[in-house]
């Protein structure tokens, strides 16, 4: 069952990286390009501007355990996705931490469960904007998680 998080700790890491380190060393919660309060490798749950920070292993657990609890909620909509290969079920995973699971039930959800995977690519090359402006961050991130899921389903 957790294959897939060995490809989507690093790539989520690497796509959300840790911002707002003190000079304590600790993790401060900080607003994202949307706004929303974020803490860690992107973590938004219960986060505001009274967050305490946390530590570096911390972020580590949270990013752990997180995309464990995203995926579990995502096959509740689409439970085909636990059958994935572990390199497409972690691009999902990606897909979803930084979407969210409403969006994954959306626009993801029917694709997998009908096991139209083409229509799964296309679907994880969006949303590359934020607030109406395009970013390259999300670009490329959108870019990899669809690259990602091909090369785990094995579609050209």
Do not use: H, K
Not at 22 to 41: C, E, F, M, N, S
Not at 78 to 92: E, G, I, K, N, T
Not at 93 to 118: E, V
């Amino acid at each position: 069952m957790t294959d897939w998080l060995g490809y989507a700790i690093p790539l989520v890491a690497r796509f959300e990286g840790v911002a707002r380190r003190g000079r304590d060393g600790l993790i401060y919660p900080y607003q994202d390009a949307v706004g929303v309060w974020t803490i860690g490798y992107g973590w938004t749950v219960g986060v505001n501007e009274t967050t305490p920070p946390i530590t570096m292993a911390q972020a580590r657990v949270q990013l752990r355990s997180g995309l464990v609890e995203y995926v579990e909620r995502a096959a509740r909509f689409a439970p085909r996705l636990m059958s994935l290969p572990p390199l497409a079920l972690a691009a999902v995973a990606s897909w979803c931490w930084n979407c969210g699971t409403g969006r994954f039930r959306s626009r993801l959800a029917r694709p997998i469960q009908d096991a139209r995977y083409a229509a799964v690519a296309s679907a994880l090359l969006t949303p590359r904007t934020a607030r109406g402006v395009l970013l390259l961050g999300l670009v490329r991130r959108r870019d990899e998680e669809a690259r990602l899921f091909r090369a785990g389903m094995e579609i050209a």
